[in-house]
């Protein structure tokens, strides 16, 4: 699956976004670049998240919203920073499109297992794809990533720009050269 498709199956619109920027996207195919890198780095989530299934399974009983955006969070993130380390940086494009198939893919999981139930589902995948963003930035701000000013388009960076992920940047930037 490429991310055009994805992006034509109904990903939700990114606020920060004019409306003809998300269609600009979506019209737009992924490189042979990206499409490698969506494959990996959603390959090696989906790894994970069988590698953990029981821990977090428990979890998502417990609180479906809260877990899907803590594993999902926090498994994109580390493998971006895999990635980056290795010198092979992710498109933010490309962690977008795959962090939503794996909401999607835990969304389908919470169902199929009774956690998240089918009238249900829309409003979890709208809150667990809200929060997710939200939780990435908090870390980038966490880590030292976002500047002051980021956060409101049209402002200059009053920083030096530290090294690492910074999801934010990036987007505004138009991804990696």
């Known amino acids: 699956m490429n991310l055009n498709e994805l992006a034509q199956q109904g990903e939700p619109q990114d606020p920060a976004m004019a409306p003809g920027q998300t269609e600009q996207a979506a019209k737009q195919p992924a490189s042979p670049e990206q499409q490698a890198q969506f494959d ?7 790894q994970i998240m069988g590698e953990t ?3 977090w399974m428990q979890a998502l009983k417990l609180d479906p ?5 803590k594993f999902g969070t926090q ?12 010198g092979q940086p ?13 909401v999607k893919d ?35 701000a966490d880590e030292g990533l976002l500047q002051t000013g980021e956060g409101t388009p049209g402002m200059p960076p009053e920083q030096p720009e530290p090294e690492g992920v910074n999801l934010a940047q990036m987007a505004q930037q138009g991804g990696v050269q």
Not at 41 to 46: D, S
Not at 75 to 86: D, V, Y
Not at 127 to 134: G, P
């Open 40 to 46: 990996m780095l959603l390959g090696r989530a989906r």
């Open 90 to 102: 992710v498109d933010p494009a490309v962690l977008i499109h795959a962090g939503i198939q794996l």
């Open 53 to 55: 299934a029981e821990e």
């Open 75 to 86: 498994t994109l993130r580390h493998l971006a920073q895999q990635s980056e380390q290795a």
């Open 106 to 140: 835990v969304a389908g999981i919470a169902n199929e297992a009774g956690v998240v139930p089918d009238e249900k589902l829309e409003g979890f995948l709208q809150d667990v794809m809200q929060q997710s963003i939200a939780e990435y930035l908090r870390m980038d």
């Open 65 to 69: 919203v809260a877990t899907a955006v």
